[in-house]
């Protein structure tokens, strides 16, 4: 039996129990993968100030983001095809973050659609909006996350043109997988993710079959969603769309300060430094390095979050400590979900809660708003100016 301590075990089990097309779908960036490696790499050039006699007596991680009380500071990033890596996996996770206290965010690319997850859960979740070039279907689907009382939208600037990612081209990532003699050899050797999937009825991109105009079936979403995504995005289109949504706002995809102070200027609730995991511009910042100077650019405008990276609770510290309100994690969810199903959501909740408490109080805090810069030890130069 797997005794599961830290998330790498959880990564462990999800690769021996997912076929290998969507473990890679997670587990890989775009290109060379320079900076998906470096969003994780990087954490471990911040060292942490070690303090003792502090009394660690009645510690909390409790805070809130964008208002809304959270049990640590941490959400449940939108990701695309989660219902893929587990049978009916947004509403698994979904139900693991209502259950701990943390943000649900649900991909427009969700399998399970927003009305699905609705049903499965009693606490507000987010959702993340990508910006189609059909502006009916884009309406109605913000009409729909308002129908089903999410208290956020979270609108991704990032993804105008999509990265490629060698190995989903290789794999021939699609939902449901197409059928070929390798990926039926690898899908018959993961029996607990095949019984799964033949118990539910999700298996397309819920919010998008029967939603878009002529997409019925797996052949007809390959072709629009091939087209859909709007190049012509801007910053007269976010407001627009702030505008459609009357709600919070949270823009994702900041790596920037000038952006940063454009996305203030919109009147965005948050934003989230962010640089979609690696799988978008390669050789990007990382954001971890991204982060201080979007910080000190517009920290006293709006909320910043934190995107990129985090497999432990040392490093959602770190990105506290930083400047950011909250941060988001999304391939350690993905990780339990598909070794563990919704149990393994939880269990990776829980230890990067474990983690992050236990560092407070090693370094001497016994709040999250006690974090700042003067508990980190950072390389000169490592967020400094670049040429």
Not at 72 to 88: I, K, Y
Not at 264 to 277: E, L, P, R, Y
Not at 328 to 357: K, P, Q, S
Request: proline residues 3%; hydrophobic residues 40%; aromatic residues 6%.
């Amino acid at each position: 039996m797997t005794v599961i301590t830290c998330i790498d075990d959880l990564k462990s089990l999800y690769r021996r129990r997912v076929p290998r097309m969507f473990y890679d779908y997670a587990e890989s960036g775009s290109w060379s993968e320079q900076t998906f490696r470096e969003n994780v790499s990087d954490y471990q050039k911040i060292h942490l100030r070690q303090r003792v006699a502090v009394d660690m007596e009645g510690r909390s991680t409790r805070t809130t983001m964008i208002g809304e009380d959270v049990a640590m500071p941490v959400a449940l990033a939108p990701v695309g095809l989660t219902g893929m890596q587990c049978a009916d996996g947004e509403i698994k996770a979904a139900r693991a973050a209502e259950r701990f206290g943390v943000p649900f965010t649900l991909s427009t690319m969700s399998i399970c659609s927003i009305e699905d997850v609705a049903a499965h859960t009693t606490r507000p979740f987010w959702f993340q909006l990508y910006v189609m070039r059909d502006q009916d279907f884009v309406r109605r689907l913000v009409e729909r996350a308002r129908d089903a009382g999410c208290s956020a939208l979270v609108l991704t600037l990032d993804l105008q043109i999509l990265g490629q990612r060698h190995k989903d081209l290789k794999n021939g990532l699609s939902a449901p997988p197409k059928l070929t003699p390798s990926s039926v050899l690898d899908m018959m050797t993961k029996v607990r993710w095949g019984l799964g999937m033949l118990g539910t009825r999700r298996r397309f991109f819920g919010n998008i079959v029967g939603h878009a105009k002529g997409v019925t079936d797996a052949s007809s979403l390959s072709s629009w969603t091939a087209e859909q995504f709007d190049p012509q995005l801007d910053w007269s289109k976010v407001e627009r769309l702030r505008d459609m949504w009357g709600g919070k706002l949270i823009l994702k995809g900041i790596l920037d300060a000038e952006d940063a102070r454009m996305a203030a200027n919109v009147g965005a609730d948050a934003i989230v430094v962010s640089n979609h995991g690696g799988r978008q511009l390669d050789g990007a910042i990382c954001s971890i390095r991204a982060l201080p100077s979007i910080v000190e650019a517009v920290g006293d405008k709006v909320e910043i979050h934190f995107d990129g990276g985090i497999r432990s609770g040392q490093d959602v510290l770190k990105a506290v400590a930083m400047g950011a309100r909250g941060t988001y994690i999304g391939r350690a969810f993905v990780y339990g979900l598909g070794a563990m199903g919704e149990e393994g959501v939880t269990r990776a909740l829980e230890i990067i809660h474990r983690e992050l408490d236990t560092t407070m109080a090693l370094c001497g805090r016994k709040r999250v708003s006690d974090l700042g810069r003067d508990v980190l030890l950072v390389p000169k130069g490592f967020s400094g100016d670049w040429e």
